[in-house]
């Protein structure tokens, strides 16, 4: 009785309906996001990342102007050297993929949940060094505005740097970092030597 309908093979015709039923379903299988759709212009969102991160290849460490140590896509050379009891005032220079200098101290504005700006800045993380051998400290961030001669307000430069105590006669070495936001955009590949005389 039920093996003809409409004078179809009852086998056919299930097998018709699960198949039209598995391509009305498709669509709704694939999880596609706002990634896989082809009329969004991701333009804007690669930008928006390329404000938020800092895309360094290497950094350069200044003592008095004077280039002492260099760190640039896996290769390094010199070192930071410090007497006993005496501190030294050492300026990071971020290096991009071609080696030339590039700023990060630029600030980023967000909006937190209440609507209210918060700013982001860029500072250094130094760690892994013998404590009882250097101190580390961290300059403070320059004002975010200065004042011009005419009394406007413009935006000043953030200088990253850190001062280093040599402690006692010994080598160590340091870990930097480049820190925004809580989280590091840029890690040096090898560790900074340091000698204490």
């Excluded at 669509?27 to 896989?36: A, I, K, L, T, V």
């Excluded at 991701?42 to 102007?65: P, R």
């Excluded at 001669?149 to 740097?161: F, P, R, S």
Aim: glycine share 12%.
């Amino acid at each position: 009785m039920f093996t003809y309908v409409f004078g179809y093979d009852f086998s056919v015709v299930i097998s018709r309906l699960m198949l039209l039923s598995f391509v009305a379903t498709l669509p709704f299988m694939g999880g596609c996001g706002e990634d896989d759709n082809p009329i969004v212009d991701d333009h804007d969102h690669e930008e928006e990342e390329a404000q938020l991160h800092a895309d360094a290849d290497g950094f350069a460490l200044e003592v008095d102007g004077a280039e002492v140590y260099r760190q640039f896509q896996g290769t390094d050379s010199g070192g930071l050297t410090v007497g006993v009891g005496a501190e030294i005032e050492v300026h990071v220079v971020f290096l991009d993929a071609t080696g030339a200098e590039f700023h990060v101290g630029e600030e980023e504005e967000e909006e937190d949940e209440h609507g209210h700006d918060e700013e982001e800045a860029f500072s250094l993380g130094l760690s892994d060094y013998d404590s009882s051998i250097i101190e580390i400290h961290l300059e403070e961030e320059e004002d975010e505005h200065a004042e011009d001669e005419h009394g406007d307000e413009e935006h000043a430069e953030e200088e990253l740097g850190f001062g280093l105590v040599g402690l006692k006669a010994g080598t160590t070495r340091i870990k930097l970092q480049l820190l925004h936001g809580g989280h590091p955009d840029f890690t040096g590949a090898l560790l900074i030597p340091v000698t204490v005389e």
